[in-house]
């Protein structure tokens, strides 16, 4: 009823224009909305993707990683009570100071300190040696089969006209119950 009262020519312009209207509205309400969600689909897909290949990397790496699992848990295991264990670290102490001649003038066991899921063994000593000797000591510590960690190291020189050091080394040995 209303399109009689047009002529041919504006009828055919009114449909391009609600052809177009109608184009411009489904290309911003439907197809961008659209086009988003597949970006962030595949970017989600993508993301996903890279996860799944570092996985397989770690499941590839599964056999050697709980063989170096096993090996260290082994090392770090305590296999006797707190006393013991203690008097282990000790003993090894005072048999590489013996190695490397460095001589021990005090040797102080600290408490054992609970630490969430491991115990920690201090022992604070006083040793006397060569720059050379300590530094050696001081490796043979930190290196396998020992691996104490060295937590504090106070070195002064003994006197002025000779080339011994005096220090203060506290030591420590984490041991899994």
């Known amino acids: 009823m209303l399109l009689r009262h047009f002529s041919a020519r ?9 052809l177009l209207g109608l184009a411009y ?5 439907v197809f961008e909305p659209l086009k988003a969600r597949l970006n962030d ?11 799944l290949k570092k996985s397989n990397k770690v499941l590839d790496n599964q056999a050697a990683v709980e063989a170096n699992y096993k090996k260290y848990a082994d090392l ?3 296999k006797a009570n707190d006393e013991q264990e203690m008097s282990a670290l000790l003993s090894e102490i005072e048999s590489i100071t013996k190695e490397i001649k460095i001589s021990i ?6 408490r054992v300190r609970a ?6 063994f201090s022992v604070e000593l006083e040793a006397e040696g060569l720059l050379e000797d300590l530094t050696k000591f001081i490796h043979t510590l930190q290196s396998q089969p020992h691996f104490l960690k060295i937590e ?26």
Do not use: H, W
Request: net charge positive.
């Open 115 to 120: 630490v969430d899921f491991y115990k920690k």
């Open 152 to 177: 504090r190291l106070r070195l002064e020189r003994r006197s002025m006209r000779t080339n011994t050091l005096k220090g203060s080394i506290l030591i420590s040995r984490i041991r899994v119950p």
């Open 105 to 110: 003038s005090d040797m102080k066991p600290s």
């Open 10 to 18: 504006e009828k055919i312009i009114l449909s391009v224009c609600l």
């Open 76 to 78: 770090i295991k305590q």
């Open 41 to 51: 689909l595949n970017s989600q897909v993508a993301l996903k993707e890279l996860k």
């Open 25 to 29: 509205l489904g290309v911003n309400f």
